[in-house]
C-alpha cells in the first residue's frame, strides 16, 4: 500500500516551453501532497506544500508563478514549470501524507527534467 | 529553527561490515523523525520511523535506529551491511503539518 507514482519520469524540452508533472496516490487518499527539487548529489528541498482545494503554500525562494501547482482531487497534485529554462533542470519528487496520523509521507519515483 | 545535520557525507562500509549513521537534529518540541533511502535516479523508501514511545525503532531490511533525546541524535544501524544497502540515506525531522526537512545526505558505497 502507499504508492505514489509520477509521470512523466524524465522530459527533455526546450527552453521557455512549460512542463507538467503528475502526482498520484494510487492507493489512498492525500489532502496534503508535497513538492521537492533535487539537485545531483544534494539533499531534497520543499518548493510547496499542495492542498486539495485550496491554494499551494510556496517556501521562501520558491516563485509561485513559475512553479504552479494544482491539487484538482484527492489523488491528483500536478506541477507545471512554466517557461523553463536550463537552470530548471533538476529532479523533482512529489510525496503524498495519507493523513492517518503519524505524519509519514511517501514519495514518488521523480521526474528528471532536463531543460536544453 | 529545525534542522538536520548528517555528519558523515560519504561512508565506505564492507559486504558484512556493521554500519551506523549520523544524524542529529534540531527541533523544539518532540520530533517526528524518520531515515529514508535513495537509490541513483529513484524517488525515497521509507526506512523506518520514530514518533513516540520505544526509543529503539526497527525498520526494513534489517536496519533499526535509536532516538537519543539527550543527544538530539537518531543514528541509524545496520549489524551487516549487504551489497545491495549502497545507495544514499536521508534523515529528516518532520512536524505536524507534514513538513520535512532533510539533512544532507549520508552516501554508502559498499565494498565486496
Known amino acids: 500500500g502507499a504508492v505514489v507514482s509520477q509521470h512523466p519520469s524524465r522530459v527533455i524540452c526546450k527552453s521557455g516551453t512549460s512542463v507538467k508533472i503528475e502526482c498520484r496516490s494510487l492507493?489512498?487518499?492525500?489532502?496534503?501532497m508535497f513538492w521537492y527539487r533535487q539537485f545531483p548529489k544534494q539533499s531534497l528541498m520543499l518548493m510547496a506544500t499542495?492542498?486539495?482545494?485550496?491554494?499551494?503554500?510556496?517556501e521562501q525562494g520558491v516563485e509561485k508563478d513559475k512553479f504552479l501547482i494544482n491539487h484538482a482531487s484527492l489523488t491528483l497534485s500536478t506541477l507545471t514549470v512554466t517557461s523553463a529554462h536550463p537552470e530548471d533542470s533538476s529532479f523533482y519528487i512529489c510525496?503524498?501524507?495519507?493523513?492517518?496520523?503519524?505524519?509519514?509521507?511517501?514519495f514518488g519515483p521523480g521526474t528528471r527534467l532536463l531543460v536544453l | 529553527a529545525q534542522s538536520v545535520t548528517q555528519p558523515d557525507i560519504h561512508i565506505t562500509v564492507s559486504e558484512g561490515a556493521s554500519l551506523e549513521l549520523r544524524c542529529n537534529y534540531s527541533?523544539?518540541?518532540?520530533?517526528?523523525l524518520f531515515w529514508y533511502v535513495q537509490s541513483p535516479g529513484q524517488g525515497l523508501q521509507l526506512l523506518l520511523k520514530y514518533f513516540s514511545g520505544d526509543t529503539l525503532v526497527q525498520g526494513i531490511k534489517g536496519f533499526e535506529a535509536e532516538f537519543k533525546r539527550s543527544q538530539s541524535s537518531f543514528n541509524l544501524r545496520k549489524p551487516s551491511v549487504h551489497w545491495s544497502d549502497a545507495a544514499e540515506y536521508f534523515c529528516a525531522v518532520g512536524n505536524q503539518g507534514g513538513k520535512l526537512i532533510f539533512g544532507q545526505g549520508t552516501e554508502l558505497p559498499v565494498k565486496p
Open positions: 492507493d489512498f487518499q492525500a489532502t496534503t
Open positions: 510525496s503524498a501524507n495519507p493523513g492517518q496520523g503519524g505524519e509519514t509521507q511517501y
Open positions: 527541533y523544539g518540541a518532540t520530533p517526528y
Open positions: 499542495s492542498n486539495e482545494g485550496s491554494k499551494a503554500t510556496y
